[in-house]
């Protein structure tokens, strides 16, 4: 079997009966009845996903995946294309957002060259970028397929590696992207699984202003009629539309949830990767956690396909696997409120009168 198809035998649904248990304990928290709400969920949703009610979450490290896109001669991004490599060197450099709260979180960080239009050979020889490139950008999907079909699996199966490599090092993954122009494609990725139309899924990027957006849901219409994409294949997605970081997200979730461990995902670039793995296999949304509602458009809509609740809505739109690393605060919480709060029986608390 291929590395896809052997991850694909491995992803087993949640643990059902961790979660029980899980939900059974917090219910005799010495609080009223699930007065914590959605972080007792989340609790539960540890427990299930690790198969544990004391699961291991101490280790976190947000992934970003880099790539660059051909679409940009569209006219679709106000920043050039040489930004995508500049701000690798920045988060290796330690100086982007991602990295602020990343040390919030108490999480590193991992770069990963999917396909950066530029070099940074240089990072990857110091050992501070991951190299997966699988080419320095992806075809203009305004006229033709982002990359071949066995390009497409060579991303997924990058991701995976990723994800395995970090197997014994990690416990709980996030997903991040850079590349300028990534909106795009992203956009038209979710529209074609979920079948909204281009201007419910497109948003504004990086500030763009009326004129600009009317133009980039425009490109969005013509990269779907010129490429067609099947939404019952997801590998065909992101081959005709998507991006190799895209595809990268894809595989690091589904290697996470052949492994049984959490991963968080981000906005609207790691929402379309996520809706690649769950093309591929629907069993891996069990492993994912939706991190925040984005700004853009597009992601409440792609969030709601894989039947996911964001846990943040700050109004955040900057990728980089940001909102990610907040959440992991919150699972954080989560973990200490399953094993740290006492039941009314421990602490010998009387109960709420029937």
Same mark, same amino acid.
């Given at each position: 079997?291929?590395?896809?198809?052997?991850?694909?035998?491995?992803?087993?649904?949640? !643990?059902?009966?961790?979660?029980?248990?899980?939900?059974?304990?917090?219910?005799?928290?010495?609080?009223?009845?699930?007065?914590?709400?959605?972080?007792? !969920?989340?609790?539960?949703?540890?427990?299930?996903?690790?198969?544990?009610?004391?699961?291991?979450?101490?280790?976190?490290?947000?992934?970003?995946?880099?790539?660059?896109?051909?679409?940009?001669?569209?006219?679709?991004? =106000?920043?050039?294309?040489?930004?995508?490599?500049?701000?690798?060197?920045?988060?290796?450099?330690?100086?982007?957002?991602?990295?602020?709260?990343?040390?919030?979180?108490?999480?590193?960080?991992?770069?990963?060259?999917?396909?950066?239009?530029?070099?940074?050979?240089?990072?990857?020889?110091?050992?501070?970028?991951?190299?997966?490139?699988?080419?320095?950008?992806? &075809?203009?999907?305004?006229?033709?397929?982002?990359?071949?079909?066995?390009?497409?699996?060579?991303?997924?199966?990058?991701?995976?590696?990723?994800?395995?490599?970090?197997?014994?090092?990690?416990?709980?993954? /996030?997903?991040?992207?850079?590349?300028?122009?990534?909106?795009?494609?992203?956009?038209?990725?979710?529209?074609?699984?979920?079948?909204?139309?281009?201007?419910?899924?497109?948003?504004?990027?990086?500030?763009?202003? !009326?004129?600009?957006?009317?133009?980039?849901?425009?490109?969005?219409?013509?990269?779907?009629?010129?490429?067609?994409?099947?939404?019952? !294949?997801?590998?065909?997605?992101?081959?005709?539309? &998507?991006?190799?970081?895209?595809?990268?997200?894809?595989?690091?979730?589904?290697?996470?949830?052949?492994? +049984? =461990?959490?991963?968080?995902?981000?906005?609207?670039?790691?929402?379309?990767?996520?809706?690649?793995?769950?093309?591929?296999?629907?069993?891996?949304?069990?492993?994912?956690?939706?991190?925040? #509602?984005?700004?853009?458009? /597009?992601?409440?809509?792609?969030?709601?396909?894989?039947?996911? #609740?964001?846990?943040?809505?700050?109004?955040?739109?900057?990728?980089?696997?940001?909102?990610?690393?907040?959440?992991?605060?919150?699972?954080?919480?989560?973990? +200490?409120?399953?094993?740290?709060?006492?039941?009314?029986?421990?602490?010998?608390?009387?109960?709420?009168?029937?």
């Amino acid at each position: 079997m291929s590395v896809l198809e052997e991850t694909i035998a491995r992803i087993a649904p949640r !643990d059902k009966d961790a979660a029980d248990r899980a939900k059974a304990r917090l219910e005799q928290l010495t609080m009223p009845h699930w007065a914590l709400g959605r972080l007792l !969920d989340l609790a539960v949703d540890l427990a299930g996903i690790t198969g544990s009610v004391r699961p291991t979450v101490t280790r976190k490290t947000v992934i970003v995946m880099a790539g660059d896109h051909g679409v940009v001669a569209e006219g679709v991004t =106000k920043y050039p294309q040489e930004v995508t490599v500049q701000m690798v060197a920045n988060f290796v450099n330690g100086g982007a957002g991602i990295n602020a709260l990343a040390r919030v979180a108490g999480a590193g960080v991992t770069v990963v060259d999917m396909g950066v239009a530029g070099d940074v050979t240089d990072l990857v020889t110091q050992g501070k970028v991951v190299s997966k490139k699988i080419s320095p950008g992806t &075809g203009n999907i305004a006229v033709g397929p982002a990359m071949s079909r066995e390009d497409a699996i060579r991303s997924v199966e990058a991701g995976i590696d990723v994800a395995l490599t970090l197997r014994h090092s990690v416990d709980v993954m /996030g997903t991040g992207d850079m590349g300028i122009g990534n909106t795009t494609p992203s956009a038209a990725t979710v529209a074609a699984f979920t079948g909204a139309s281009p201007e419910q899924v497109t948003g504004r990027g990086a500030g763009l202003d !009326d004129s600009q957006y009317g133009h980039k849901v425009s490109v969005v219409e013509k990269i779907l009629r010129v490429n067609n994409p099947d939404p019952s !294949d997801a590998l065909d997605v992101l081959a005709k539309v &998507g991006g190799f970081e895209i595809g990268g997200i894809a595989g690091l979730i589904l290697g996470a949830a052949s492994m +049984r =461990k959490p991963v968080v995902i981000d906005g609207l670039i790691s929402t379309a990767g996520a809706l690649v793995a769950h093309g591929i296999e629907p069993r891996s949304a069990e492993y994912m956690i939706a991190a925040h #509602k984005s700004v853009e458009k /597009g992601h409440l809509i792609a969030l709601n396909h894989l039947g996911k #609740k964001p846990l943040l809505d700050l109004e955040m739109r900057l990728g980089e696997g940001t909102g990610a690393a907040l959440a992991m605060v919150l699972i954080d919480a989560a973990f +200490r409120i399953m094993t740290e709060v006492a039941t009314f029986e421990e602490a010998a608390v009387s109960g709420a009168e029937q």
